[in-house]
């Protein structure tokens, strides 16, 4: 009888131990346009796994890939409502919002990935940082995108090549800006949207980098690349400030912190997939046209008038940036 009365208060002990630990643990969700195997999203597993381990299962990010939350435009706004507790997310539709983020993401802006890391891990990005905060917004980290370069359903070897051209951007108008600056027609339109429209011919061509040139299968319906590299647009890891003001100094610590340990992983998935991507169109039947160097400048020349049309905090910005050595 003893016996039994040990084994009953331990089966109380054991569940009311479990329905603690369950109620004390928080979800958070975490929205990803990509899928489950493209970089950013490893990346956003090991920013969740951190966080787990070093909030003994307190803090559960759980990862929602593949658009499950929607297109990027509407969980952005759904972050800045507390709707979505965080995304992953390109610079340039929350440029959109907080258009202080344009700074970023001007054409020709870096040097290489190293400036850029330099800059968003010093100073300058933490001042982005926290601009984000007067939309609601917070920020806890980036990732590594690599370059945009502009693909086509025709051969383009020029930038006189992509006049009067449709392509599709990001809901950016930064982005709208560049490619109305080349003489082509911006099509402004959601990720999830364009291989249909690329196929159906309602445009002519986008730009994105090598990995999400084969991962959206654009590649199959856009067989012309051109190496342009015409911007590096970091990735963003935003959170609604709503939901961040009510966490603890400690636990958003340990959030910054995990979100900062998983770049160095991020940063390995990215340049291994970016090479495989290239390899991998190329494969498949992809024509890659690589402009030389002078070429390449009449693409610099061409979106040059972009920066004149920025007002004077961005080219505040602008300086700070490429004085980073
Ligand atoms: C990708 C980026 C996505 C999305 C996409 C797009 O490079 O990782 O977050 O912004 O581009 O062009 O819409």
Same mark, same amino acid.
């Given at each position: 009888m003893k016996k039994l009365v040990v084994v009953f208060l331990a089966c109380v002990?054991?569940?009311a131990l479990v329905a603690g630990n369950a109620a004390a643990a928080t979800i958070m969700r975490l929205a990803e346009t990509h899928p489950q195997d493209y970089p950013t999203t490893k990346g956003d597993y090991e920013f969740a796994r951190l966080v787990k381990e070093r909030t003994q299962g307190r803090i559960v990010i759980e990862v929602y890939h593949s658009k499950q939350l929607g297109e990027e435009k509407a969980v952005i706004e759904q972050v800045q409502l507390g709707g979505i507790d965080m995304t992953?997310?390109?610079i340039s539709p929350v440029a959109a919002f907080v258009r202080d983020l344009d700074a970023l993401q001007l054409p020709y802006l870096y040097r290489d990935a190293d400036h850029m890391w330099k800059v968003l891990n010093g100073a300058i990005g933490k001042d982005i940082f926290k601009k984000l905060e007067a939309s609601n917004f917070v920020g %806890?980290?980036?990732? $590594?995108s690599g370059a945009r370069n502009f693909y086509t359903k025709k051969p383009v070897k020029t930038v006189g090549d992509l006049k009067g051209m449709k392509i599709r951007v990001q809901q950016s108008p930064l982005m709208v800006g560049l490619v109305e600056s080349l003489g082509a027609v911006a099509t402004p339109m959601a990720f999830g949207e364009v291989y249909s429209a690329l196929q159906t011919g309602v445009i002519d061509g986008a730009e994105n980098n090598w990995p999400s040139y084969l991962s959206t299968g654009h590649y199959e319906v856009a067989k012309y690349i051109i190496t342009d590299e015409h911007t590096r647009v970091p990735e963003i890891i935003i959170g609604s400030k709503r939901v961040f003001d009510k966490l603890s100094k400690e636990d958003r610590a340990i959030i910054d912190q995990a979100a900062k340990d998983a770049v160095a992983f991020q940063i390995k998935q990215w340049n291994d997939f970016e090479i495989l991507s290239e390899k991998t169109v190329v494969e498949k039947g992809s024509t890659v046209s690589r402009p030389d160097a002078a070429e390449k400048k009449k693409f610099m020349d061409a979106m040059k008038p972009l920066y004149d049309k920025q007002?004077? $905090? %961005?080219?505040k910005v602008v300086e700070q940036i490429r004085a980073v050595k």
């Amino acid at each position: 009888m003893k016996k039994l009365v040990v084994v009953f208060l331990a089966c109380v002990f054991a569940v009311a131990l479990v329905a603690g630990n369950a109620a004390a643990a928080t979800i958070m969700r975490l929205a990803e346009t990509h899928p489950q195997d493209y970089p950013t999203t490893k990346g956003d597993y090991e920013f969740a796994r951190l966080v787990k381990e070093r909030t003994q299962g307190r803090i559960v990010i759980e990862v929602y890939h593949s658009k499950q939350l929607g297109e990027e435009k509407a969980v952005i706004e759904q972050v800045q409502l507390g709707g979505i507790d965080m995304t992953r997310v390109s610079i340039s539709p929350v440029a959109a919002f907080v258009r202080d983020l344009d700074a970023l993401q001007l054409p020709y802006l870096y040097r290489d990935a190293d400036h850029m890391w330099k800059v968003l891990n010093g100073a300058i990005g933490k001042d982005i940082f926290k601009k984000l905060e007067a939309s609601n917004f917070v920020g %806890i980290g980036w990732f $590594e995108s690599g370059a945009r370069n502009f693909y086509t359903k025709k051969p383009v070897k020029t930038v006189g090549d992509l006049k009067g051209m449709k392509i599709r951007v990001q809901q950016s108008p930064l982005m709208v800006g560049l490619v109305e600056s080349l003489g082509a027609v911006a099509t402004p339109m959601a990720f999830g949207e364009v291989y249909s429209a690329l196929q159906t011919g309602v445009i002519d061509g986008a730009e994105n980098n090598w990995p999400s040139y084969l991962s959206t299968g654009h590649y199959e319906v856009a067989k012309y690349i051109i190496t342009d590299e015409h911007t590096r647009v970091p990735e963003i890891i935003i959170g609604s400030k709503r939901v961040f003001d009510k966490l603890s100094k400690e636990d958003r610590a340990i959030i910054d912190q995990a979100a900062k340990d998983a770049v160095a992983f991020q940063i390995k998935q990215w340049n291994d997939f970016e090479i495989l991507s290239e390899k991998t169109v190329v494969e498949k039947g992809s024509t890659v046209s690589r402009p030389d160097a002078a070429e390449k400048k009449k693409f610099m020349d061409a979106m040059k008038p972009l920066y004149d049309k920025q007002p004077p $905090e %961005i080219l505040k910005v602008v300086e700070q940036i490429r004085a980073v050595k």
